[in-house]
């Protein structure tokens, strides 16, 4: 999760500060933090626990290099801190988390080191600490811009017999800039933070009572002279949070706590691909295979049957590829011969092959369910032609009879393959309910030069489109016809896009069968 976990803290002498922050770096580690020591040259401690490997480690600066790097870094000058202020000690360059899974490290320290995160930051914790007040003025609360990011803030009291009203104020602030990942990761983080803050707490309450136990200091501060000048008292304006937990190993506790949080709460929502209601055409085809798989097993049923009666497959099926096979041995049933590749690629090829007024005709015709004609001696062209054009339809109103060597009336099929030498019946011939597609074979230089040019298997072919009533398509015709025609010539839109489009329109078009 690409946020930042600050642990927050209002001293009385300057105000909200940052004691302790932990952020995500999916990138090499800044200069200074995590630097290759060997075991001479300090402290190193490592811990592995679900995945990510923790390393503190603790250098000893020169005094050069501890002015440089006071110098250059973005947060408070040391003479604008107490000891309330601070967390890490002087020189200690903070501690590292590594994640095997992810390859992400988790680098914890008083203040970021980038000044416009400082700023970010700094600016979250002053308004959690000051300007955004939750009812009570301890519990989370949710505030930000698109500029400064958004903050998660669970502000909280911690128990410290010499601070004024026996408690000190702090919250603990997640900062990121994307507003609905943190409104929906508003119960885990209030859980978990919740967790966090009952654990401090309940570590300074301990402290408390043993300090009150020991010496009381209501009375003493009741014996206390009044004066209307303002001092600070006792010299010491504020505990640390190590102090006021006797915890030496706070900070450690609260890295790993913080890098855990963010690695459990970019990993709990996750991006996924959701799929709607099947489509009208998955329905039809999960009917249909219900229907095989009953089929074959009646036929498992009657083994004994099968020796006396031969199988004969239908010729045509709703929304199937039934080949009516010619009983001359020369020519092959198209659907059982090895397929080729597709010579027409899609619709916006076919259009381009045939040319705008030519396709607009046939693709009425196909969307009006009138019966098409395909006459060709290319069974792959006339094959690669219907799967084309059966995408502007619904599955249950495709049936397709590839390849024959008569004709087959309307009802039997609306998408036919003939052979050149087939005759088709007059009244067929002039019916405005059918539309013929003659393939001949013509030279490249005379017919679709565009064609020729893009594909060389279609170089050699004239499609010629006839129709009893060419006036049809002079009428408006479907509104689906206009869509799909506005799809394929806008060229912005991907062939995958384009056959999405399809299923909407065609959805769209079922859903409402009394508009067009």
Known sequence: MNAIVALCHFCELHGPRTLFCTEVLHSPLPQGAGNGDSPGQGEQAEEEEGGIQM????????????????????????????????????????YISHDKETSIKYVSHQHPNHPQLFSIVRQACVRSLSCEVCPGREGPIFFGDEQHGFVFSHTFFIKDSLARGFQRWYSIIAIMMDRIYLINSWPFLLEKIRGIIDELQGKALKVFEAEQYGCPQRAQRMNTAFTPFLHQRNGNAARSLTSLTSDENLWACLHTSFAWLLKACGSRLTEKLLEGAPTEDTLVQMEKLADLEEESEGWDNSEGEEEERTLSVPEVTDGREIAKCPTTPSLLCGSWLPRKLSVFKSLRHMRQVLGAPSFRMLAWHVLMGNQVIWKGQDMDLVQSAFDVLRTMLPVGCVRIIPYSSQYEEAYRCNFLGLSPHVQIPSYIQTSEFAVIVDVHTATCSSVYPVACDDDQSLSKYEFVVTSGGPLATDRVGPTILNKIEAALTNQNLSVDVVDQCLVCLKEEWMKYPGTS
């Open 55 to 94: 390393s503190s480690r603790i250098r000893s600066h020169s005094p050069a290099e501890g002015a440089s790097a006071e110098s250059s870094s973005p947060g408070p000058k040391k003479s604008d801190m107490c000891e309330g202020c601070r967390s890490l000690a002087a020189g200690h360059p903070g």
